[in-house]
């Protein structure tokens, strides 16, 4: 397994942006896939974006679609979220998520889809 330590939460105005890292220690980070959940208080931890390990497939929910950017540098072992846009609504403790997978092309939406999980890091939008 790979372990995962996000940063570059913090905190931010409604209409400002934010950008959130992932950086993966301890195998061949392109043979992951790697997702963002996040979760808010009193809320179920829920899907945000998927990449898969080669990069060339995105997948994002509904609710961040058109504002929000999944992106990876595999030779940094990182995986991003840009965030523009943001609404009060997308407070929450952001994760992310890495599953083994050969190939490079899948990607994975369900919570239960992860084995690796990162300590998660707070965004704050105020409005």
């Known amino acids: 397994q790979v372990q995962l330590v996000e940063s570059g939460g913090g905190s931010v105005q409604a209409g400002g942006s934010l950008r959130v890292s992932c950086a993966a220690s301890?195998?061949?980070?392109?043979?992951?896939?790697m997702g963002w959940f996040r979760q808010a208080p009193g809320k179920e931890r829920e899907f945000v974006a998927a990449i898969s390990g080669s990069g060339g497939t995105t997948y994002y929910a509904d609710s961040v679609k058109g504002r929000f950017t999944i992106s990876r540098d595999n030779a940094k072992n990182t995986v991003y979220l840009q965030m523009n846009s943001l609404k009060p609504e997308d407070t929450a403790v952001y994760y992310c998520?890495?599953?083994?997978?050969?190939?490079?092309?899948?990607?994975?939406?369900?919570?239960?889809?992860?084995?690796?999980w990162g300590q998660g890091t707070q965004v704050t939008v105020s409005s």
């Open positions: 301890g195998r061949t980070f392109s043979n992951y896939a």
């Open positions: 998520a890495a599953r083994y997978t050969l190939g490079g092309r899948s990607v994975y939406t369900a919570y239960h889809d992860y084995t690796s």
